[in-house]
């Protein structure tokens, strides 16, 4: 049974920092991508960012690129996701996930390709 647990999350004013973390148990956790996804209220959960098995690979959404760092410890089964800069706009519940088997780079970016999720952090960023 995979579980994914995130932490990290709570109320910090605009331009400030939060590091969100996600603890994974249940199986393998170095063969999979992981990726990192969030939902405002009476909005669609988007894509934030991903990471490669290895932590070779990231990927993230526009919005994000050059504030949010996403890695990963293989050792401590826990993928990482450093948000800077924070804006009001970045308000929403953040939520790990992880696929049930290896997906193409193509895919990652959907929430569909991820069958496993965690319980969600809230982030909310005042203005």
């Known amino acids: 049974q995979v579980q994914l647990v995130e932490s990290g999350g709570g109320l910090v004013q605009a331009g400030g920092s939060l590091r969100l973390s996600c603890a994974a148990s249940g199986r393998t956790f170095s063969s999979y991508v992981m990726g990192w996804f969030r939902q405002a209220p009476g909005k669609e959960r988007e894509f934030v960012a ?22 990963r410890d293989n ?3 826990t993928v990482y996701l450093q948000m800077n800069g924070l804006k009001p706009e970045d308000t929403a519940v953040y939520y790990c996930a992880e696929p049930a088997a290896p997906i193409d780079y193509e895919v990652l970016n959907l929430w569909v390709s991820y069958n496993y999720w965690g319980q969600g952090t809230q982030v909310t960023v005042s203005s």
């Not at 526009?62 to 996403?70: A, L, Q």
């Open 50 to 71: 991903a990471i490669s098995w290895s932590g070779g690979s990231t990927y993230y959404t526009d919005s994000v690129k050059g504030r949010f760092t996403i890695s």
């Open 75 to 77: 050792a401590k089964n």
